[in-house]
């Protein structure tokens, strides 16, 4: 659930950055998977931690 999230959102963010930036279309889907990646990495670091506390 987590990894989901958090992939959502680095899309988002990434997308929002390279718009900032003046980045074209190719460079904003680029941007939107790199930081989704990136961001669903730490969702499934934070979904093993959460596991393996409870």
Known sequence: M???VFG???AL??????KRR???RLDIAQYAA???LA????G?????FISRSV
Not at 13 to 18: K, P
Not at 39 to 42: D, E, L, P, R, T
């Open 22 to 24: 003046g980045g074209r």
């Open 34 to 36: 790199g930081y989704a």
């Open 44 to 48: 499934l670091f934070v979904t093993v």
């Open 8 to 10: 959502l959102v680095g």
């Open 13 to 18: 963010v990434g997308g929002i950055t390279a």
């Open 2 to 4: 987590f990894i989901i």
């Open 39 to 42: 961001f669903a990495i730490v």
